[in-house]
């Protein structure tokens, strides 16, 4: 898939007071591009608009607010006069086995991971459709294409996010908008810190299994080997790319885990190949699909 060059960018990031929002946020204004940077607590980013007070636009934002969503891309247009580039990556990780976490947190994580970034993507797709020409970067994460116990209401979210991304690509791709999934492993931001990352109260029988998992989370806080900064102009450039994947994982670990996941899966489908086609009626053609 190919996209006109442009000189300028205007991107809409949300989370981009922290981490890897903020890291996006650097890069392009460094770039010289603008940027509406969307927070819950703007006055985070004091030091970026001072430093690019006609660059920068910030926002107070929470992305499980989708009915300010329009309003953020409106004053993005009124301000800049489009959207280039949509980052959806504010959210936040949360770690409990199935049975800990209960409907309001997973409500939460949904809220987070897919329903916010959804409603973003709809309020800015008119305006990329009528230039022909956008990017929206969905940031998941590794647990976006694999999970394992104790996150699984965080990879609930992802999942959905990178599910709905899929189809999102292959129905603007006619109108000259690109779609870029991204999936990060450990990256050296806020979200293992103790005070950011949500924790499910513990049921003790998951003790002996979880444990261990639960300390490391947060034993990572500052240890993280993937460079937020790194990551961003990696991004970055894919944005800038004339061709780009429609799923790019960042750092070793998730190159490894999603290699691993990837094997296995396909083997295990392999072996059960003729098992699981028996489930058809006897003689009857395959389907044949328009897409």
């Given at each position: ?93 949360q770690i ?157 670990e998730a ?37």
């Amino acid at each position: 898939m190919t996209q006109a060059p442009t000189s300028h960018r205007n991107w809409l990031v949300t989370g981009a007071s922290s981490g890897l929002g903020r890291a996006l946020t650097e890069a392009a204004l460094a770039a010289g591009d603008t940027v509406v940077a969307a927070m819950r607590r703007p006055e985070r980013i004091g030091d970026l608009l001072s430093h690019y007070p006609e660059s920068i636009l910030p926002i107070a934002f929470d992305v499980r607010d989708t009915e300010s969503a329009p309003a953020v891309v409106d004053a993005a247009i009124d301000r800049f006069g489009r959207v280039d580039v949509l980052v959806n990556n504010g959210g936040v990780g949360q770690i409990g086995s199935a049975e800990e976490v209960d409907d309001a947190r997973l409500r939460d994580m949904l809220e987070q991971h897919v329903v916010g970034p959804a409603a973003l993507t709809r309020a800015v797709l008119p305006g990329m459709r009528a230039r022909s020409a956008g990017t929206i970067v969905q940031m998941s994460s590794q647990g976006g294409r694999i999970s394992f116990p104790g996150v699984g209401s965080y990879s609930a979210g992802k999942f959905a996010l990178e599910g709905w991304s899929e189809a999102l690509a292959g129905e603007v791709a006619p109108f000259g908008i690109r779609v870029l999934i991204v999936e990060p492993s450990r990256f050296r931001t806020g979200f293992n810190s103790a005070d950011v990352l949500q924790r499910a109260t513990p049921v003790e029988v998951y003790a002996d299994l979880l444990g261990d998992f639960r300390a490391n989370m947060i034993a990572a806080d500052g240890r993280q080997e993937g460079d937020p900064h790194r990551a961003a102009l990696i991004i970055r450039g894919l944005v800038e790319a004339e061709t780009a994947p429609l799923r790019i994982p960042l750092g070793r670990e998730a190159v490894r885990r999603l290699r691993e996941s990837y094997r296995r899966e396909l083997a295990s489908l392999e072996t059960h190949a003729d098992l699981a086609a028996g489930a058809d009626f006897p003689g009857v053609p395959q389907s044949v699909r328009p897409v």
